[in-house]
């Protein structure tokens, strides 16, 4: 079983900083994309960032500047470090890997997510 575990979020004032983590743990092979989405209150789950194992990232436009993402390849982990955040970064923000299971096939796990509310 492969578990997607995120860290990080809570309550922080606009213009402040937050570093989320998300571990993946379970029965791995290997792990190829991995990335960040949201989503705000009465909104659709919308992509933050994503990066290759080989470290290339895309950014949704909104984010750029602002926040970072990066991965730890020996610890199944990614980051998102967010910078200057406003209360529209106010969402649930989920975890998401495409990886690969021993003995199985490639395929798309999501976190449970972690709430992150930015006060004005």
């Known amino acids: 079983q492969v578990q997607l575990v995120e860290s990080g979020g809570g309550l922080v004032q606009a213009g402040g900083s937050l570093r989320l983590s998300c571990a993946a743990s379970?029965?791995?092979?290997?792990?190829?994309?991995m990335g960040w989405y949201r989503q705000a209150p009465g909104k659709q789950r919308k992509l933050v960032a994503t990066?290759?194992?080989?470290?290339?990232?895309n950014y949704a436009d909104s984010m750029k500047g602002r926040f970072t993402i990066s991965r730890n390849n020996a610890k199944n982990t990614v980051y998102l470090q967010m910078n200057s955040l406003k209360p529209e970064d106010t969402a649930v923000y989920y975890c998401?890997?495409?990886?690969?299971?021993?003995?199985?096939?490639?395929?798309?796990?999501w976190g449970k997510g972690t709430l992150v509310t930015v006060s004005s």
């Open positions: 998401n890997a495409d990886l690969l299971e021993y003995g199985s096939s490639r395929m798309d796990y």
């Open positions: 379970g029965n791995i092979f290997s792990i190829n994309d």
């Open positions: 990066i290759t194992s080989g470290g290339s990232t």
